[in-house]
């Protein structure tokens, strides 16, 4: 091929861009609709927050300023896009984005956050409420009662209602911040605000709503026409009521078109005036949508949690409760389907908490040492201690070994409770360190473990298991034991940014360049680089192990019921 017949098929490619917001940082990638290779990819780390402003783990509170999400957003987009041609820049046809969430804020009656309003910029209980905020713990519990209580069970479809969840996390900060209750005309997710920021219009009444974010956070679901009704909102608070009129559009899929990119993000970006604007989705149903999920398989991104991701057609779920295991929403991963998110509310946290406490004695060292041999030190420890850790762990005997409850920062799933916490079971003197860790990688996989159950004994079939995520890629070693513990093969995927692809897969069907999500799956999806297959050989041990798991759950539950 001549060098000018590659530019002009260069040219003729459409190109997409997706945008993943995580709980740390954004990320960006400008992909090409033909075949979901990556053109070019950003990322930025949200300034304020890498700081540790609006954050108070002791009180799990977690809260994130808007101008984070503004400014990380224009440096990663245009980080990613530095590398294409102008002419190449003219053929990105499509936007679409994902986020964290539950992730709500408060708004005037424009849409505007509270936090970008006079008087409130620096209060807290005016930013985003980030998804693992667990401050409303006691309201998600006077909520799950209200709305389990009635003649209409709402929570049928997601089960026990958390603090992590769009209706506690409101209840609790218009009880405890009056400023906040009077100024604020309503609420809205993380998901909606980006993509009617990008539109030019947050107004409440006609911003985008995403079916992932009012499905499972909401409890928006067709049974019941809508959100929870009036009445059931009054008898908690009247506040409730008002979200609820004001709530404006019905949810669509993430692949809706839900506007065109204004003039003036156009220009701050340097991409095409009007360029079209994909729904919304939060970031581990992007990532199975980047992941190519279809039935019968389980997409699990591993992150700090896990997120777990499955899609039926609704008739193969008539007649079954899975409550207990999954929160079921129309349309939120795929139109057309139900899709079913679980998971854990830790995974990769529990690694990096270990971490953090075996790294203690090291960070104490700096009051002996001169400040270059202390920062050299700790970044030698902190860059290997993971590393070490798991090959020392996977050379231990296959004895019995302590047992863990994944439960760091409560239990998401099977049967959410947001006060359960971990525990370690079965210490002894002899227990070093890679044997701890090995244990809390052994209880966070059987953490999936019971989940996966849970669902085939329900009778939903998982005939595979697809990994996306940092730690999928990074951890041989978790990834084998998944393996052995779940008894099934899982494949890893060759994309770095799964959730920012599914962003940008949304984006070609809403522009067009695909006909469905389908299609575009076919070309773009990532593709399978690896494979661990289950070693026959553990598996009696595994279960063993696993049957004391389940006993030490079983025997915290009764002590926490007493």
């Known amino acids: ?5 590659e530019k002009t098929l260069y040219i003729k490619e459409k190109y997409v861009v997706g945008v993943d917001f995580g709980s740390d940082s954004v990320r960006a ?25 609006y954050q108070h783990p002791e009180r799990n509170i977690f809260r994130q300023h808007p101008l984070d999400y503004l400014e990380s957003f224009e440096k990663c987009v245009k980080e990613a896009l530095s590398c294409l041609s102008q002419e190449a820049r003219a053929c990105v046809v499509g936007i679409g984005v994902d986020t964290t969430g539950s992730t709500p804020v408060p708004v005037n009656r424009e849409g505007v956050p509270l936090a970008l309003t006079e008087g409130f910029e ?3 209980n005016a930013m985003f409420h980030l998804w693992k905020d667990h401050s409303a713990a006691r309201e998600a519990e006077e909520i799950d009662r209200a709305f389990s209580g009635g003649s209409q069970d709402y929570g049928k479809y997601q089960g026990r209602y ?17 400023r906040v209750r009077e100024a604020a005309y ?4 993380h998901c909606d605000w980006m993509v009617g920021s990008l539109c030019g219009n947050t107004r409440p009444e006609e911003i985008y709503h995403s079916a992932c974010a009012a499905g499972h956070k909401a409890l928006w679901h067709s049974e019941w026409n809508g959100l929870p009704s009036a009445e059931i909102l009054e008898t908690i608070d009247p506040y409730l009521v008002l979200v609820r009129e004001r709530y404006g559009q019905a949810p669509r899929s993430a692949v809706a078109l839900a506007g065109h990119l204004t003039k003036a993000w156009a220009e701050t970006l340097g991409l095409p005036r009007g360029i079209c604007v994909a729904g919304s989705s939060f970031d581990a149903h992007a990532g199975a949508v980047g992941a190519g999920i279809r039935e019968k398989t389980i997409v699990c991104t591993l992150g700090t949690s896990a997120v777990d991701m499955l899609v039926e057609k609704a008739e193969s779920l008539q007649g079954k409760d899975i409550r207990r295991f999954g929160g079921l929403a129309e349309h939120s991963i795929l139109p057309g389907y139900v899709g079913i998110e679980t998971g854990q509310a830790a995974f990769g946290d529990i690694f990096g908490w270990f971490k953090r406490v075996l790294l203690w004695p090291v960070e104490q060292t700096g009051r002996f040492l001169d400040e270059e041999t202390y920062h050299r030190l700790c970044q030698e420890m902190d860059d290997v201690m993971l590393a070490e850790l798991q090959r020392q762990a996977g050379e231990l005997r296959e004895d019995m070994f302590p047992i863990a409850l994944d439960w760091f920062n409560g239990r998401r799933y099977p049967d959410t409770d947001d006060s359960r916490r971990a525990v370690i079971g079965g210490l002894t003197l002899g227990a070093q360190a890679p044997c701890i860790f090995r244990a809390l990688v052994f209880g966070a996989v059987c953490g999936l473990k019971r989940i996966v159950d849970g669902f085939e004994t329900a009778q939903l079939a998982i005939e595979k298991v697809v990994a996306v995520g940092g730690i999928s890629k990074k951890s041989a070693y978790v990834m084998q034991m998944m393996a052995d513990v779940l008894g099934k093969k899982i494949e890893i995927l060759d994309a770095d940014q799964t959730c920012a692809l599914g962003a940008a897969i949304y984006a070609a069907v809403a522009a067009g360049v ?12 990532a593709k399978c680089i690896d494979e661990f297959e289950p070693d026959e050989t553990k598996t009696e041990f595994c279960q063993k192990q696993y049957k004391e798991y389940l006993r030490l759950a079983q025997l915290a539950d009764a002590w926490e019921m007493r």
Not at 30 to 53: I, Q, T
Not at 162 to 178: C, N, P, Q, Y
Not at 186 to 189: A, D, H, S, Y
């Open 1 to 5: 091929m001549k060098p000018n017949e």
């Open 162 to 178: 958390s603090a992590e969840w769009f209706w506690a996390k409101i209840l609790h900060t218009v009880r405890t911040d009056g």
């Open 29 to 53: 990638a400008v992909v090409a609709a033909s075949d979901g290779s990556v053109a070019g990819s950003g990322v930025a780390f949200y300034p304020r927050w890498k700081e540790g402003l």
């Open 122 to 124: 620096t209060c807290e």
């Open 514 to 525: 695909h006909k469905d999500v389908q299609q575009a799956l076919a070309h773009m999806a």
């Open 186 to 189: 309503t609420w809205v997710e």
